[in-house]
């Protein structure tokens, strides 16, 4: 059966991402990857979210895509990088890092820095909580949450292709000096391109579908008491990796 994750808030369409310690959502996302990495899909980062749900950070991260895995690997270690700082333009400072890995029959291991552990099966609806309740996680296979209109994206790109000076286009510089070198777009060319993307990909304006809508994706969705994260402040910023195959 296949389930969007809702878990204090809706999900929005997320690899590098920033958490404001607000209401503020980070997203961030990456399909459709080259032969290296679409071999190992269970390796293979689509998306990153994260938001804030009172006083817990939120934190996914959904692997597969396309490829549709149904079990994460036990040779990949998959880690939220976290930071944290007072205001923007600032460093984040007191790093931690929330590491999950595998067994075979598919039992979590999660670590938030130094400070919590948990472990066990966490495909359960209800999740997996610490002793203490700060952190919960859920595991598995959830509907793909991202929209994208993959037709519609290859007409825009072929809409700029045709504009391209180096491929003998219309497009010329323009003539003032101090723009920097940018090309002069056609006027019409931003209708142009919001027309493509909202098309079927053939010129059938307002058909645009989604692409990803059959599509599961592996997640893993972390809900931590924002204390554990924000010692350097009320900012998180938040990155994912996955390492191993």
Avoid at 53 to 77: H, K
Avoid at 186 to 195: E, F, H, I, W
Wanted: net charge negative.
């Amino acid at each position: 059966m296949r389930k969007t994750w809702l878990w204090g808030g809706a999900l929005t369409g997320a690899v590098l991402a920033a958490a404001l310690g607000y209401t503020t959502r980070a997203k961030s996302a990456d399909h459709i990857d080259a032969p290296a990495a679409t071999a190992s899909p269970t390796a293979d980062l689509t998306d990153v979210y994260s938001w804030m749900d009172g006083t817990n950070q939120v934190l996914i991260m959904s692997v597969g895509g396309v490829s549709a895995p149904t079990a994460f690997s036990p040779t990949t270690q998959y880690v939220f990088h976290t930071s944290s700082t007072s205001k923007f333009g600032t460093p984040g400072t007191d790093p931690v890092n929330i590491i999950a890995t595998f067994d075979a029959a598919g039992k979590i291991q999660l670590w938030v820095g130094t400070s919590e552990y948990v472990t066990g099966d966490a495909s359960a609806e209800t999740g997996l909580a610490s002793a203490d309740g700060k952190v919960k996680v859920f595991a598995g296979p959830r509907a793909d949450s991202f929209f994208f209109n993959l037709d519609g994206f290859h007409a825009v790109a072929n809409t700029v292709k045709s504009v391209n000076p180096g491929d003998g286009g219309p497009l010329t510089l323009p003539p003032d000096p101090d723009a920097g070198g940018c090309y002069d777009l056609p006027v019409g060319l931003p209708a142009m391109l919001v027309a493509d993307i909202s098309s079927d990909g053939g010129g059938v304006a307002a058909t645009g579908h989604n692409d990803f809508a059959t599509n599961n994706v592996l997640s893993i969705v972390v809900s931590v008491d924002a204390t554990l994260l924000n010692k350097g402040g009320p900012i998180t910023a938040v990155w994912a990796s996955t390492n191993g195959s």
